[in-house]
């Protein structure tokens, strides 16, 4: 069976799918460095776990990717009714410490 891939840009926080449609999801979000601002991202993290736990079954698993350690780590405790985290893989890239958190969708409707 051949697996279909749909490449597609829009707003991470506003997607154009069904609620409930993905098993896994992954996001490389801005860091503000090179990209965006820790202002901007306090916003942006927030929108993007709650879009995130509208497109994701519930046991779907959801890995994100992010140098805003201290930030993300701050919001996951809002919503650790929809999202468990399972894992935290540290990432060397550089003079840089990213890390992909490894979230799993429970089965807490969004409020």
Same mark, same amino acid.
């Given at each position: 069976?051949?697996?279909? @891939?749909?490449?597609?840009?829009? !707003?991470?926080?506003?997607?154009?799918?069904?609620?409930?449609?993905?098993?896994?999801?992954?996001? !490389?979000?801005?860091?503000?460095?090179? $990209?965006?601002? &820790? #202002? #901007?991202?306090? !916003?942006?993290?927030?929108?993007?776990? $709650? #879009?995130?736990? %509208?497109?994701? @079954?519930?046991?779907? +698993?959801?890995?994100?990717? $992010? &140098? #805003? +350690?201290?930030?993300?780590?701050?919001?996951?405790? %809002?919503?650790?009714?929809?999202?468990?985290?399972?894992?935290? @893989?540290? @990432?060397?890239?550089?003079?840089?410490?990213?890390? +992909?958190?490894?979230? %799993? %969708?429970?089965?807490?409707?969004?409020?």
């Amino acid at each position: 069976m051949a697996e279909k @891939v749909l490449l597609c840009q829009a !707003d991470a926080t506003q997607l154009p799918f069904l609620s409930a449609s993905f098993h896994a999801l992954y996001a !490389d979000v801005p860091w503000g460095q090179l $990209t965006g601002s &820790h #202002e #901007e991202n306090e !916003d942006l993290y927030s929108r993007l776990l $709650t #879009e995130a736990a %509208r497109l994701a @079954v519930s046991g779907a +698993i959801f890995a994100l990717l $992010t &140098h #805003e +350690i201290t930030l993300l780590e701050s919001l996951l405790p %809002r919503f650790a009714a929809v999202w468990k985290l399972q894992k935290v @893989v540290r @990432v060397l890239q550089g003079g840089l410490h990213p890390r +992909i958190y490894l979230l %799993r %969708r429970t089965r807490a409707p969004l409020s």
